[in-house]
């Protein structure tokens, strides 16, 4: 590289920024009639540059970049006392000479800050209050705690260059009362603690335009990669949470027509919820041996055979163990048979000693399959071959019993509601999906959506749906909204193509940043089981689509937490209830909303929740919910 004398490399330096104040003549070899006089006394004075020991200057000596390097990291120590322009034209040495200023140690100091130095910090403060019932339904006994706590976000939008921005977004949630704060997957375990909510980069082509949402960035033609928010349709009641993965936008966000294109994993899938369809109900076959334990019962009773009621309820707990030890369906005939000739045999090995007809537990035994067959008609082995097989036709033909098998792995004891749909326990819950949408956008008059979504891998059967959402501004102060959604995949659980759909209106236009907008919205929301996926704009929505028994109790079981719509169905296979006719789980109901912001920066929110049913018209309670969320920089 080609070197310049030294005088004239400060001089285009300091001219080129700002004029300085004359300072006294610091070398003997540069007058006032030098045309770098006032630059080279100026850095003198500032303390920038030395000279040599007999008092020179010599700026007609060519400099090294090492040497350049050295004024330019004197220059950044002075910086908060340069103007703007010296500052961009300080900057852009910096850069050029970071070689030189990693020797000398100082690239840490200000290149490594030079990064973020167009970073945005945007913190969200939020507290609110509901109750979080361990059973909605009104006609049954429940309970609720109070949901109350804290979140805390600390959003940053970051320029790397006006065409690469990153983002990111710690969160914590905090309870008030040592109750589990109210969130989708949020249990005891997350109380203080801080995760990386949003954490991607964008890269911008097409013409740079100024079109920022919060330092956001421009909002057109961008590459995301990273894990990033992703709403479906207008109102978020289906999905509203995070994406991990690729996507690419074309066209503006806020303004006009954009398609949107994203592959990845949906991070904010109600695991809760959606966890049996996912990894199937665990402990299941030992409920299914109690139930069929239970229906045995009444057949030992009719078996003719000289049993009391003590012996049937140990024979109908002898034949619950045989089903729950049974790992292969082929063994089951065997091991009810064995286990129940054990059992036989030792009921009349008690009687003969207990009636004196043995003298111990040697004699009793030799004598027991004479003693049954002289009192049955039939050998101990006849006897429990024929109730085995009787079980086992059970199994195959009983509503009851054949609904919880045609599910059941028998390998591990879980079953699996859908039985083309085995992930493993352990694995990421995060699901597997694809989303496509396009939003056409005429500001303060309308906007329209169209969207699909596929869930990928192992759980391909569930989901694939598409929908389309509409809203539409009446006037200044009043707009109207629908969505409508379908799954196109046929669930078992009530054996249909489920969809949802809501709609509402809108009075006024709450605004973070104007003080004393507002805004009043009332919707009405009919979603089945089966199109809510999780992490739903309102919390309310989420507690009436995705109920949770916190404690299900099935045949004497505790199988812990349950979704009500598969706890519901099951509880009615097992009471031998079900019917085509009824229908489970998913919600209908009223939501009103009022959201005020009384000074820039804070919003107040209140929502309620009413006339709420599932789709088997069950009643639920009402439900409260308040807010109040602050935003500060």
Avoid: C
């Amino acid at each position: 590289m080609k070197r310049l004398p030294l005088g004239a490399a400060l001089a285009a330096l300091m001219l080129t920024t700002s004029s300085f104040v004359m300072a006294n003549n610091a070398f003997s070899d540069v007058t006032p009639d030098d045309w770098s006089y006032k630059a080279v006394s100026q850095l003198a004075d500032e303390g920038v540059i030395d000279g040599y020991p007999d008092g020179t200057f010599k700026g007609n000596k060519n400099i090294t970049r090492y040497e350049m390097g050295q004024i330019v990291a004197r220059l950044m120590a002075k910086e908060d006392t340069l103007t703007t322009d010296q500052k961009a034209t300080l900057d852009k040495l910096s850069s050029d000479y970071a070689g030189e200023l990693d020797t000398l140690g100082v690239r840490v100091d200000k290149l490594e800050n030079q990064v973020f130095k167009d970073t945005t910090f945007l913190y969200d403060f939020r507290a609110s209050a509901m109750p979080s019932y361990d059973n909605i339904f009104k006609d049954s006994e429940h309970d609720h705690d109070d949901s109350t706590g804290f979140r805390f976000r600390v959003n940053s939008y970051t320029k790397i260059t006006p065409r690469v921005w990153l983002y990111g977004q710690l969160e914590t949630h905090m309870s008030m009362n040592g109750k589990s704060f109210t969130g989708v997957n949020a249990t005891d375990a997350d109380d203080g603690e801080f995760k990386l909510n949003r954490f991607f980069t964008t890269y911008h082509w097409g013409d740079v335009k100024d079109h920022y949402v919060f330092n956001k960035g421009p909002t057109d033609d961008n590459i995301i990669i990273g894990r990033f928010p992703m709403r479906m349709g207008v109102t978020g009641y289906t999905y509203d949470g995070e994406f991990t993965g690729i996507g690419v936008q074309f066209g503006d966000y806020f303004k006009g027509g954009a398609l949107r294109i994203a592959t990845g994993r949906a991070n904010n899938i109600n695991y809760d919820y959606t966890g049996p369809m996912m990894h199937g109900v665990a402990g299941m076959k030992s409920a299914a041996a109690q139930l069929a334990g239970a229906l045995a019962k009444n057949q030992l009773s009719q078996s003719g055979m000289p049993l009391t009621p003590s012996d049937v309820d140990k024979l109908s707990q002898t034949i619950s163990s045989s089903i729950n030890r049974t790992t292969n369906i082929n063994d089951l005939p065997g091991n009810i048979k064995s286990d129940v000739s054990t059992a036989l045999t030792a009921s009349t090995v008690q009687k003969l000693i207990a009636s004196g007809m043995a003298r111990d537990e040697t004699e009793a035994k030799a004598m027991a399959g004479a003693a049954f067959q002289s009192q049955t008609g039939h050998t101990i082995d006849e006897s429990s071959s024929a109730i085995a097989s009787s079980l086992v036709g059970q199994f195959q033909t009983s509503k009851r019993l054949q609904t919880l098998a045609s599910g059941l792995d028998w390998s591990n004891g879980s079953y699996y509601p859908m039985s083309n749909v085995h992930m493993p326990l352990g694995e990421d819950e995060d699901v597997p999906a694809t989303f496509i949408s396009y939003k056409f956008v005429a500001p303060k008059q309308y906007e329209f959506h169209l969207y699909g979504a596929k869930v990928n891998g192992p759980v391909d059967p569930i989901v694939k749906a598409w929908g389309g959402a509409l809203s539409y501004n009446i006037n200044d102060h009043l707009s109207i909204h629908g969505e409508y959604l379908k799954n196109m995949r046929r669930l078992p659980l009530n054996n249909e193509k489920p969809h949802s759909f809501n709609f509402g209106i809108t009075f006024g236009d709450v605004d973070i940043l104007k003080p004393h907008s507002y805004a009043f919205t009332l919707d009405h929301v009919y979603s089945q089981a089966g199109t809510y996926f999780g992490g739903s704009s309102s919390d309310i929505a989420d507690q009436y689509m995705s109920h949770i028994y916190k404690h299900w109790i099935f045949n004497g079981i505790d199988m812990g937490k349950m979704p009500a719509y598969l706890a519901d169905k099951m509880n009615a296979v097992a009471a031998g209830t079900d019917s085509p006719e009824k229908n489970y789980g998913g919600a209908k109901f009223n939501l009103a909303r009022f959201e005020y912001v009384p000074m820039k920066g804070l919003k107040l929110k209140a929502e309620y929740g009413f006339r709420a049913e599932d789709m088997g018209d069950r009643k639920m309670e009402n439900v409260w919910y308040v807010e109040a969320q602050a935003f500060f920089m």
